[in-house]
């Protein structure tokens, strides 16, 4: 059973340019969730999705980004005209289902670095 | 809101060496709490988790106990492995909330032969 796939694993676009990576949950599983890492910082949570539906966005920024999981095919985090800023490391979860409590394990994918110029 | 608080690091350990990475952790209600681990080039893994107060998670030598208490879940190992080399990070997952999980910082170690 593959582990979550991501890709690219490197990326890197000039100022202006749209990035986009692209998240496979493992087989079986229909929750995803990305989060980015800021150089020196910890992971922050970004958005929480189920197949077609967005649940939790609330740490995604208001504009620019834009995140889906359709019924087929794999989850995409969209940025549109990146920026320096926008450099870090996302990375991209999932999980089988949502207890509700906390309890099921996210497994992670190998992470997408970008690079902004 | 919630928050994560680790041991900054690097830290830097002899084989051997008994390791602790001190974690607090500020949330409403009864949080679950997780430590991940991340090797080189990889992502992260989920090295043990505790889901309420009192509880021991425990795997590969490395254990914590969630204590309501103290709002913490500190990182052991008696006896650190050159293999144990990684950054390691806390995190929690809020009550009733949609699995998010909230990160402290990370603390990388190096296990010196």
């Known amino acids: 059973n593959a582990g979550v796939m991501q890709n690219p694993r490197h990326l890197v676009r000039r100022r202006g340019q749209e990035a986009r990576l692209r998240c496979s949950p493992m087989?079986?599983?229909?929750?995803v969730y990305w989060y980015r890492q800021l150089p020196e910082e910890g992971l922050k949570f970004m958005v929480y999705?189920?197949?077609?539906?967005?649940?939790?966005e609330s740490g995604m920024p208001k504009e620019r980004f834009s995140a889906e999981f359709p019924k087929e095919g794999p989850s995409i985090l969209r940025i549109q005209q990146v920026v320096r800023g926008d450099s870090a490391a996302y990375f991209c979860?999932?999980?089988?289902?949502?207890?509700?409590?906390?309890?099921?394990?996210?497994?992670f994918g190998p992470g997408t670095r970008l690079t902004v110029l | 809101g919630n928050s994560v608080t680790q041991m900054e690091g690097p830290v830097t350990l002899s084989e051997e060496a008994f390791l602790t990475i001190n974690c607090t952790y500020t949330?409403?209600?009864?949080?679950?709490l997780f430590w991940y681990v991340q090797y080189p080039g990889e992502g992260l893994q989920l090295l043990l988790k505790?889901?309420?107060?009192?509880d021991k998670g425990s795997n590969k030598g490395f254990e914590a106990t969630y204590r309501k208490e103290t709002t913490s879940f500190h990182l052991e190992k008696g006896s650190v492995q050159v293999s144990d080399s990684a950054v390691y990070f806390c995190?929690?997952?809020?009550?009733?909330?949609?699995?998010?999980?909230?990160f402290g910082k990370g603390t990388k170690l190096t296990v010196n032969p």
């Open positions: 979860a999932s999980s089988p289902r949502a207890s509700g409590q906390g309890t099921d394990t996210q497994y």
């Open positions: 087989k079986g599983h229909s929750h």
């Open positions: 999705l189920q197949k077609e539906n967005i649940i939790d």
């Open positions: 949330a409403t209600g009864y949080p679950s």
């Open positions: 505790a889901t309420k107060a009192d």
């Open positions: 995190a929690l997952s809020a009550q009733g909330g949609s699995e998010k999980l909230v």
